[in-house]
């Protein structure tokens, strides 16, 4: 499997499960970084993946630590 595939697959389920925690919407989280809602729906479906700017501001705005990207593993 594609390791880049993989890799956003990782980081939307981090995404979509700590913006779920918190009862955050898509269209908030969006507003909140500067794009559109269908941008967040994509990452979240793992169909696009985040630059490390923007992965810095979900993370500060869903409280996630920003060091949890160094813990994917790779595809099995």
């Not at 981090?14 to 269209?27: D, G, L, P, S």
């Not at 169909?47 to 869903?62: D, E, M, N, R, T």
């Amino acid at each position: 499997m594609n390791t880049t595939i993989v890799f956003n697959e990782y980081v939307a389920n981090n995404i979509r499960t700590a913006r779920h925690a918190k009862r955050i919407t898509q269209t908030s989280l969006a507003h909140r970084i500067g794009v559109n809602q269908s941008t967040i729906s994509k990452i979240e479906a793992g169909k696009l993946g985040v630059s490390a700017f923007q992965w810095v501001q979900i993370c500060s705005f869903l409280d996630i630590n920003v060091s949890i990207i160094s813990e994917f593993g790779g595809p099995e």
